[in-house]
C-alpha cells in the first residue's frame, strides 16, 4: 500500500501563490512502481477534474486552464510531487487531491482545500 500527505493549502487572494506538497510513504515495492503523480480537484457541485501530472521521467502534462501559471515538479530521492500555483483566481478554488498511479492501482490522497478570495 501507500500513503500520501498533502500539504500546502490554505486561503489566498486573487493573484497569490501557494505550493502545494504531496509525501509518498508505504511499502518500498510499490513505492518505486509509482509511475505517474499528479494532483487533482474538485470544486463544490463539479467533477473532480486533473490539473497536472507527472512521471517518473519529469514529463508533464497541464490542464488548458492552469498552464503557464502552475508548475508541477517531483523529487524521486524524497518521494514528494509539488505543484507551485501562481496568479490565482478564485475560480481555482477547490480541494486539491495527490494522485499516484502504480500499475493499475490509484492511490489518493485525503485533499487539501485551497480557496482563492477576489
Known amino acids: 500500500q501507500v500513503q500520501l500527505v498533502e500539504s500546502g493549502g490554505g486561503l489566498v487572494q486573487a493573484g497569490g501563490s501557494l505550493r502545494l506538497s504531496c509525501a509518498a510513504s508505504?511499502?518500498?515495492?510499490?513505492?518505486?512502481?509509482?509511475?505517474?503523480m499528479g494532483w487533482y480537484r474538485q470544486a463544490p457541485g463539479k467533477q473532480r477534474e486533473l490539473v497536472a501530472g507527472?512521471?517518473?521521467?519529469?514529463?508533464?502534462n497541464y490542464a488548458d486552464s492552469v498552464k503557464g501559471r502552475f508548475t508541477i515538479s517531483r523529487d524521486n530521492a524524497k518521494n514528494t510531487v509539488y505543484l507551485q500555483m501562481n496568479s490565482l483566481k478564485p475560480e481555482d478554488t477547490a480541494v486539491y487531491y495527490c494522485n499516484a498511479k502504480a500499475g493499475i492501482s490509484d492511490y489518493w490522497g485525503q485533499g487539501t482545500q485551497v480557496t482563492v478570495s477576489s
Open positions: 507527472i512521471t517518473r521521467d519529469s514529463s508533464t
Open positions: 508505504g511499502s518500498i515495492f510499490r513505492i518505486f512502481s509509482i509511475n505517474v
